[in-house]
């Protein structure tokens, strides 16, 4: 063989082995911390690992401390209470402020709305026992509530907090639009449409679906 097939040999072997790589090795994507995340959340996340942003501005996103539920009089928001010093402060920094009783609160929210949902007996208590760890810092428990809920939906995605936005060209930034559902057939226009497979656009938290579909919902969500 001589010099010039062997280097051609070697071309050839060196761009199979990066194509392999490249379909082996998994896409990481950038998520922005949200509590109780919506179910659109959860749209990009197939055969990707997840990057979870911590160094975010506090101002930067409309979900890191508020979610969005629906009970029998229509759509409504709840939101962690927050000590916040300035609007610079990252995200990372922002603390949760326990003077008010708002752990109670939304867990009867949660109940009143979903009480009846068929799957509701079963998650329940994993979201109580997130709750009410205390967490310090919001950021926090919101990894904690994104980790369990990637768990329930048979994600099996590796997720790691990461402070290097810039590092990553496949950055997330669809999730700050605000949500517009003003009533109960609002929604039930929007699930029908979403299990149809006529249109990803879930803008509830994805307890709505879990508590709806169970064991199923990761599956609507993965093949829409």
């Known amino acids: 063989m001589s010099t010039v097939e062997k280097i051609i040999k070697g071309i050839k ?4 082995v990066m194509l392999y790589l490249l379909v082996k090795i998994k896409i990481m994507i950038l998520l ?3 509590y109780l995340p919506r179910v659109n959340y959860f749209k990009d996340l197939s055969n990707k690992n997840i990057g979870y942003e911590v160094n975010l501005k ?4 409309n979900f890191f401390d508020k979610a969005h539920l629906c009970n029998e009089n229509g759509f409504f928001s709840i939101r ?9 402060e990252f995200q990372r920094d922002i603390k949760i402020d326990y003077k008010q009783n708002w752990i109670n609160s939304h867990t009867q929210s949660l109940q009143s709305s979903y009480g009846k949902f068929p799957y509701f007996i079963f998650y329940i208590d994993s979201i109580k026992n997130i709750l009410n ?3 310090t810092y919001l950021v926090d428990l919101n990894y904690d509530l994104l980790s369990l809920f990637l768990d329930l939906l048979n994600f099996d995605q590796k997720l790691s907090k990461t402070p290097l936005a810039d590092s990553f060209s496949n950055k997330n930034t669809i999730f700050n ?6 009533s ?7 699930r029908k449409d979403f299990f149809l497979g006529k249109n990803f656009d879930y ?8 508590f709806l579909k169970g064991p199923e919902s990761g599956f609507f969500i993965r093949n829409f």
């Open 133 to 135: 760890r205390n967490h």
């Open 80 to 88: 962690v209470p927050t000590i916040i010093k300035t609007n610079s």
């Open 184 to 190: 109960t057939n609002d929604v039930h226009i929007m």
């Open 58 to 61: 506090s101002d930067h996103s």
């Open 13 to 16: 072997i060196f761009f199979f």
């Open 32 to 34: 922005e911390p949200e």
């Open 177 to 182: 639009a605000e949500t517009s559902l003003s």
């Open 203 to 210: 803008k509830l938290s994805v307890l709505d679906l879990l």
